[in-house]
């Protein structure tokens, strides 16, 4: 189910007078139901992945808290991200990795036929696996305490508001409110009421109205000047972060009107002032995820530079893996490692002044946009045919110039309103004004979402991935 469709909404009206006319285990029970059903709605056959991941990681934790012997400790944590990794491998590598080994053994001379596998990727993937295995690891660090409550247990995994897209939860903030009672006050209903009105408005409004744009200038390249490429970069930037940070919102508020409290995902990532800063302001649960998980093992900044420099660039290349099998999505990743490496001694500047603070703002904003080229072009090869256009070729074109009106017209009163919280550091600033603007404010989303639904609706583009 799409969270902008009919459909999801008549099958949310229906959990939500349940959620709150069953006892607190006959919520839980239910919400189990209605995640399966969420999921299974896309295809039925993928529960079983789900399934076995759940398993696996609930009786693997039971064995590491029920033995004090490091060694036998180590082993169940082993199997846990031993198979929770190799179904991600499975489904999600295994014909990039088998297109590149059998290149590279025609390259050798020996001349092989690539396995003929037709696998689907299943629909989030890459979010319940992260979240489950996280689990194990933070029982094995002693950081959580073990769950016996297989339907809780499930529940976790599962929960269908951030199942296939995030936020990628720790157990230590869900499994919680799962254990407790919970209640929606005037506060959440608010709360979530502002949340899923924002979040529709950057999915159908903002990002859906972007596709076609970026759709047509990443499918034409060589056809087009580099200001029409630099247009076509900037709708690609707001279509992913309207889809993603749209997806992320409503994810919230719904389950914000079901008693539960996510984590903020993004917060208003194209104010950052340094590459550092987008990373705590972009798709937050991944980037903490891949800080605590992987970063920090691998030796964090405690090392030395060189240790530091390495563990950031490996880092962010399997933060790029994560997005897609392609080596576009690696180079991504090097990209921003790099990014990182080279702006680190700049990180704790203080911007001084209000012109600086916007300098560092634009040139943040270009950085990323730069990313975003080798992110969504096909090829790495289009990717440097676009950049060295975006580089050498800077006059204005008609289709530039109509397609930055539209971002502005669809994307302007988004980035109005975040540049407002930004400015008094509150993402959340409209909720404790007087209640005409939110009227006013809410009134002008809803009326454009009504008004500018794309003839076709686009998936979410983070179920690619």
């Keep these: 189910m799409l969270f902008n469709s ?12 349940l959620a709150h006319v069953l ?17 299974a709605w896309w295809d039925w056959r993928f529960l079983s992945l789900i399934a076995i991941s759940t398993l696996v990681d609930y009786l693997a934790a039971i064995g590491i808290s029920s033995t004090g012997n490091t060694k036998r400790r180590k082993i169940f944590c082993l199997i846990s991200v031993c198979v929770n990794l190799s179904i991600l491998g499975i489904f999600k590598y295994y014909g990039f990795f088998a297109a590149q080994l059998t290149q590279l053994f025609n390259v050798s001379g020996l001349h092989v036929s690539q396995p003929s596998l037709n696998i689907i990727l299943p629909l989030g993937i890459s979010f319940y696996t992260f979240q489950t295995m996280s689990y194990t690891i933070d029982v094995f660090k002693g950081k959580m305490q073990v769950e016996r409550n297989l339907f809780d247990f499930a529940l976790y995994v599962s929960f269908f ?6 936020p990628i939860e720790r157990s230590s903030r869900l499994l919680p409110q799962i254990k407790q009672p919970r209640h929606c006050n005037g506060h959440d209903f608010a709360t979530g009421l502002y949340l899923i009105i924002t979040g529709l408005f950057m999915k159908i409004v903002v990002a859906d109205n972007m596709a076609p744009i970026v759709n047509t200038i990443f499918s034409s390249v060589s056809e087009l000047r580099g200001a029409d490429c630099w247009m076509g970069t900037y709708a690609f930037a707001f279509q992913i972060y309207g889809d993603f940070a749209g997806y992320s919102a409503i994810a919230c508020g719904t389950a914000k009107w079901l008693g539960f409290d996510l984590m903020t995902n993004f917060q208003t990532p194209y104010f950052a002032t340094s590459p550092d800063n987008f990373w705590r302001r972009w798709h937050i649960s991944l980037s903490t995820w891949l800080r605590d998980y992987l970063y920090i093992p691998l030796g964090g900044n405690r090392k030395g530079r060189f240790a530091t420099c390495r563990n950031l660039v490996l880092t962010m290349l399997l933060g790029g893996l994560w997005h897609g099998a392609n080596w576009t999505f690696a180079v991504w990743g090097l990209y921003h490692g790099i990014l990182l490496i080279v702006t680190r001694p700049f990180r704790n500047k203080n911007s001084s002044g209000l012109l600086l603070r916007f300098l560092r703002v634009i040139l943040t904003f270009h950085l990323v946009c730069i990313g975003w080229v080798i992110f969504r072009s096909p090829t790495m090869a289009g990717a440097i045919t676009m950049l060295r256009l975006m ?63 794309p003839e076709t609706s686009n998936a979410f583009l983070y179920f690619r991935f």
């Design 6 to 17: 009919w459909i999801f909404w008549i099958f949310f009206a229906i959990v939500l007078v």
């Design 23 to 39: 006892p607190h285990r006959g919520q839980n029970r239910m919400l189990l139901v209605a995640s399966c059903i969420f999921y």
């Design 161 to 166: 508001p951030q199942l296939v897209a995030g």
């Design 391 to 453: 580089a050498t070729d800077l006059h204005a074109t008609p289709l530039s110039v109509y397609g930055i009106s539209l971002i502005a017209f669809f994307a302007g009163p988004m980035l109005f309103l975040e540049a407002w919280s930004a400015y008094k550091n509150d993402s959340a600033r409209l909720l404790s004004t007087h209640w005409l603007p939110r009227v006013i404010v809410y009134s002008y989303f809803t009326l454009m979402i009504m008004l500018f639904q």
